[in-house]
T-cell receptor, first 109, second 114 residues
Framework: GQQLNQSPQSMFIQEGEDVSMNCTSS?????WLWYKQDPGEGPVLLIA?????ELTSNGRLTAQFGITRKDSFLNISASIPSDVGIYFC?????????FGTGTSLTVIP | DTAVSQTPKYLVTQMGNDKSIKCEQN?????MYWYKQDSKKFLKIMFS???????INETVPNRFSPKSPDKAHLNLHINSLELGDSAVYFC?????????????FGPGTRLTVL
Protein backbone atom coordinates (compact mmCIF):
# COMPACT_ATOMS: atom_id res chain seq x y z
CA GLY A 1 0.00 0.00 0.00
CA GLN A 2 0.99 3.59 -0.54
CA GLN A 3 2.72 5.52 2.25
CA LEU A 4 2.77 9.28 2.33
CA ASN A 5 6.01 11.13 3.09
CA GLN A 6 5.67 13.22 6.19
CA SER A 7 8.27 15.59 7.60
CA PRO A 8 9.83 16.23 9.92
CA GLN A 9 9.95 12.81 11.54
CA SER A 10 10.29 14.35 14.99
CA MET A 11 10.36 17.78 16.58
CA PHE A 12 11.49 19.07 19.95
CA ILE A 13 10.25 22.58 20.64
CA GLN A 14 9.84 25.00 23.50
CA GLU A 15 6.39 25.74 24.83
CA GLY A 16 4.95 28.74 23.02
CA GLU A 17 6.71 28.08 19.73
CA ASP A 18 4.89 27.51 16.46
CA VAL A 19 5.12 24.15 14.69
CA SER A 20 4.87 23.26 11.04
CA MET A 21 4.77 19.83 9.42
CA ASN A 22 3.93 18.67 5.93
CA CYS A 23 2.94 15.68 3.92
CA THR A 24 3.56 14.83 0.27
CA SER A 25 2.29 12.13 -2.02
CA SER A 26 3.00 10.89 -5.52
CA UNK A 27 -0.76 10.55 -6.06
CA UNK A 28 -3.54 13.09 -5.88
CA UNK A 29 -6.21 12.84 -3.21
CA UNK A 30 -9.71 14.22 -2.93
CA UNK A 31 -9.48 14.58 0.82
CA TRP A 32 -6.62 15.25 3.20
CA LEU A 33 -6.92 14.64 6.91
CA TRP A 34 -4.74 15.29 9.93
CA TYR A 35 -4.85 13.11 13.04
CA LYS A 36 -3.19 13.19 16.45
CA GLN A 37 -2.34 10.05 18.38
CA ASP A 38 -1.68 10.13 22.12
CA PRO A 39 0.25 7.26 23.72
CA GLY A 40 -1.89 4.16 24.16
CA GLU A 41 -4.79 5.64 22.20
CA GLY A 42 -6.14 5.57 18.69
CA PRO A 43 -5.69 8.47 16.25
CA VAL A 44 -8.15 11.32 16.66
CA LEU A 45 -9.18 13.50 13.74
CA LEU A 46 -8.03 17.13 14.01
CA ILE A 47 -8.82 18.66 10.65
CA ALA A 48 -10.33 17.45 7.38
CA UNK A 49 -9.76 19.21 4.04
CA UNK A 50 -12.00 18.59 1.06
CA UNK A 51 -10.96 21.03 -1.64
CA UNK A 52 -7.64 21.94 -3.29
CA UNK A 53 -6.35 25.20 -1.84
CA GLU A 54 -8.64 24.97 1.19
CA LEU A 55 -7.27 26.49 4.40
CA THR A 56 -9.02 25.34 7.57
CA SER A 57 -8.47 26.18 11.22
CA ASN A 58 -9.37 24.36 14.40
CA GLY A 59 -8.33 26.50 17.36
CA ARG A 60 -4.56 26.85 17.26
CA LEU A 61 -4.32 24.38 14.37
CA THR A 62 -4.35 25.40 10.73
CA ALA A 63 -4.11 23.02 7.79
CA GLN A 64 -4.03 23.52 4.05
CA PHE A 65 -4.88 21.27 1.10
CA GLY A 66 -2.19 21.82 -1.53
CA ILE A 67 -3.16 23.17 -4.94
CA THR A 68 -1.63 20.16 -6.69
CA ARG A 69 -3.72 17.88 -4.42
CA LYS A 70 -0.51 16.00 -3.67
CA ASP A 71 0.41 17.73 -0.45
CA SER A 72 -0.85 19.25 2.76
CA PHE A 73 0.61 21.03 5.75
CA LEU A 74 -0.37 21.46 9.38
CA ASN A 75 0.61 24.39 11.59
CA ILE A 76 0.24 24.56 15.34
CA SER A 77 0.60 27.99 16.87
CA ALA A 78 1.72 28.79 20.42
CA SER A 79 2.37 25.16 21.36
CA ILE A 80 1.45 23.89 24.82
CA PRO A 81 2.55 20.72 26.65
CA SER A 82 -0.63 18.82 25.77
CA ASP A 83 0.24 19.13 22.07
CA VAL A 84 2.71 16.30 22.65
CA GLY A 85 1.94 13.26 20.52
CA ILE A 86 2.30 11.81 17.06
CA TYR A 87 0.64 13.66 14.20
CA PHE A 88 -0.39 11.80 11.07
CA CYS A 89 -1.57 13.05 7.73
CA UNK A 90 -3.84 10.87 5.64
CA UNK A 91 -5.00 11.06 2.06
CA UNK A 92 -8.29 9.57 1.01
CA UNK A 93 -9.03 7.91 -2.30
CA UNK A 94 -12.46 6.31 -2.43
CA UNK A 95 -12.77 4.02 0.57
CA UNK A 96 -9.00 3.86 1.03
CA UNK A 97 -7.05 5.94 3.53
CA UNK A 98 -3.27 6.19 3.19
CA PHE A 99 -1.37 7.44 6.20
CA GLY A 100 1.82 9.43 6.50
CA THR A 101 4.86 8.24 8.39
CA GLY A 102 4.02 10.45 11.37
CA THR A 103 5.63 13.41 13.12
CA SER A 104 6.47 12.95 16.78
CA LEU A 105 6.12 16.24 18.65
CA THR A 106 7.72 16.93 22.02
CA VAL A 107 6.97 20.22 23.76
CA ILE A 108 9.42 21.30 26.43
CA PRO A 109 7.78 23.38 29.16
CA ASP B 1 -20.72 6.34 25.26
CA THR B 2 -17.63 4.95 23.54
CA ALA B 3 -18.00 5.35 19.79
CA VAL B 4 -15.62 2.59 18.67
CA SER B 5 -14.63 -0.04 21.19
CA GLN B 6 -12.20 -2.93 20.94
CA THR B 7 -11.53 -5.92 23.14
CA PRO B 8 -9.17 -6.90 24.49
CA LYS B 9 -6.92 -3.88 25.04
CA TYR B 10 -3.89 -6.14 25.51
CA LEU B 11 -3.31 -9.63 24.18
CA VAL B 12 -0.22 -11.69 24.98
CA THR B 13 -0.03 -15.13 23.44
CA GLN B 14 2.31 -17.84 22.26
CA MET B 15 3.39 -18.38 18.69
CA GLY B 16 1.11 -20.77 16.84
CA ASN B 17 -2.02 -19.91 18.80
CA ASP B 18 -5.27 -18.61 17.30
CA LYS B 19 -6.79 -15.42 18.69
CA SER B 20 -9.60 -12.98 17.98
CA ILE B 21 -10.02 -9.25 18.46
CA LYS B 22 -13.50 -7.76 18.60
CA CYS B 23 -14.66 -4.35 17.46
CA GLU B 24 -17.98 -2.60 17.87
CA GLN B 25 -19.17 0.84 16.83
CA ASN B 26 -22.32 2.61 18.01
CA UNK B 27 -22.18 5.43 15.48
CA UNK B 28 -24.49 3.86 12.93
CA UNK B 29 -21.69 3.89 10.36
CA UNK B 30 -21.71 1.69 7.28
CA UNK B 31 -17.98 1.17 6.86
CA MET B 32 -15.47 -0.37 9.24
CA TYR B 33 -11.72 -0.92 8.98
CA TRP B 34 -8.87 -2.83 10.52
CA TYR B 35 -5.43 -1.20 10.62
CA LYS B 36 -2.08 -2.50 11.81
CA GLN B 37 0.41 -0.14 13.47
CA ASP B 38 3.93 -1.50 13.72
CA SER B 39 6.72 -0.57 16.12
CA LYS B 40 7.69 2.37 13.90
CA LYS B 41 4.13 3.68 14.19
CA PHE B 42 3.34 3.08 10.50
CA LEU B 43 -0.43 2.74 10.09
CA LYS B 44 -1.47 0.39 7.32
CA ILE B 45 -4.94 -0.62 6.30
CA MET B 46 -5.69 -4.33 6.34
CA PHE B 47 -9.39 -4.72 5.61
CA SER B 48 -12.55 -2.73 5.15
CA UNK B 49 -16.17 -3.79 5.25
CA UNK B 50 -19.18 -1.85 4.04
CA UNK B 51 -22.56 -3.12 5.22
CA UNK B 52 -21.03 -6.50 6.10
CA UNK B 53 -19.41 -6.82 2.68
CA UNK B 54 -15.63 -6.94 2.22
CA UNK B 55 -14.53 -3.99 0.06
CA ILE B 56 -10.82 -3.68 0.81
CA ASN B 57 -8.44 -6.55 1.32
CA GLU B 58 -4.84 -5.43 1.29
CA THR B 59 -1.93 -7.82 0.99
CA VAL B 60 -2.45 -9.56 4.29
CA PRO B 61 -1.61 -13.21 5.04
CA ASN B 62 -4.68 -15.41 4.84
CA ARG B 63 -4.08 -16.32 8.49
CA PHE B 64 -5.98 -13.07 9.12
CA SER B 65 -9.71 -13.39 8.59
CA PRO B 66 -12.13 -10.55 9.27
CA LYS B 67 -15.75 -11.29 10.07
CA SER B 68 -18.63 -8.83 10.14
CA PRO B 69 -21.73 -10.39 11.74
CA ASP B 70 -23.59 -7.10 11.37
CA LYS B 71 -22.94 -3.48 10.43
CA ALA B 72 -21.87 -2.52 13.94
CA HIS B 73 -19.27 -5.25 14.41
CA LEU B 74 -16.06 -6.19 12.66
CA ASN B 75 -13.96 -8.87 14.31
CA LEU B 76 -10.48 -10.01 13.38
CA HIS B 77 -9.41 -13.61 13.76
CA ILE B 78 -5.77 -14.56 13.46
CA ASN B 79 -4.65 -18.16 13.01
CA SER B 80 -1.22 -19.61 13.72
CA LEU B 81 0.17 -16.43 15.23
CA GLU B 82 3.74 -15.47 14.33
CA LEU B 83 6.26 -13.20 16.03
CA GLY B 84 5.85 -10.63 13.24
CA ASP B 85 2.17 -10.27 14.05
CA SER B 86 3.09 -8.35 17.19
CA ALA B 87 1.71 -4.84 16.70
CA VAL B 88 -1.15 -2.58 17.71
CA TYR B 89 -4.34 -3.29 15.78
CA PHE B 90 -6.87 -0.49 15.36
CA CYS B 91 -10.46 -0.75 14.34
CA UNK B 92 -12.10 2.31 12.76
CA UNK B 93 -15.50 3.22 11.41
CA UNK B 94 -16.69 5.80 8.92
CA UNK B 95 -20.02 7.15 7.83
CA UNK B 96 -20.43 7.30 4.08
CA UNK B 97 -23.37 9.65 3.69
CA UNK B 98 -22.76 13.29 2.92
CA UNK B 99 -19.43 14.92 2.19
CA UNK B 100 -17.72 14.05 5.42
CA UNK B 101 -15.24 11.21 5.54
CA UNK B 102 -14.27 11.20 9.13
CA UNK B 103 -12.87 7.97 10.49
CA UNK B 104 -13.25 7.27 14.18
CA PHE B 105 -10.64 4.96 15.63
CA GLY B 106 -10.92 2.56 18.51
CA PRO B 107 -8.38 2.58 21.36
CA GLY B 108 -6.33 -0.22 19.82
CA THR B 109 -5.38 -3.77 20.81
CA ARG B 110 -1.72 -4.35 21.59
CA LEU B 111 -0.88 -7.88 20.47
CA THR B 112 2.35 -9.44 21.69
CA VAL B 113 3.34 -12.82 20.31
CA LEU B 114 6.00 -14.66 22.32
Amino acid sequence: GQQLNQSPQSMFIQEGEDVSMNCTSSSIFNTWLWYKQDPGEGPVLLIALYKAGELTSNGRLTAQFGITRKDSFLNISASIPSDVGIYFCAGQSGNQFYFGTGTSLTVIP
Amino acid sequence: DTAVSQTPKYLVTQMGNDKSIKCEQNLGHDTMYWYKQDSKKFLKIMFSYNNKELIINETVPNRFSPKSPDKAHLNLHINSLELGDSAVYFCASRGTSGRYNEQFFGPGTRLTVL
